[in-house]
């Protein structure tokens, strides 16, 4: 019997002053395009869930891809929040993660 990785899961909850909203979607799309290139990214969507409020969901290879490009403080999610601006426009409020079944 062979093994194989478990895809990964995340959704996560950013807030965001209303005002900043078209700033936020001018930001979004590119940073979500890049992050689609990565190696172990699967899949990405991000949800408006209030006038203030995204859920992004993304899904990556395992958790062991998701490790590495999220919480790395030199790793590519910080340098593309920092290039795309947006830890400034919004804030992480919180995740939820799993196996994706």
Known sequence: MS????????VARWEF??????EIRSKIGPMTNEML??????????????PNAILSVMTYSDEDAYQKLIHDPNGPFE??????DIERL?????????EVV
């Open 90 to 98: 919004a804030k992480w409020v919180w995740s939820e993660r799993g």
């Open 79 to 84: 340098k593309a929040a920092k290039d795309h």
């Open 37 to 50: 290139k990565w190696p172990g990214v699967v899949s990405s969507i991000d949800i408006k869930i209030a």
């Open 17 to 22: 002053d209303p005002k900043d909203e078209a």
């Open 3 to 10: 093994h194989t990785k478990t895809m990964y899961g995340v």
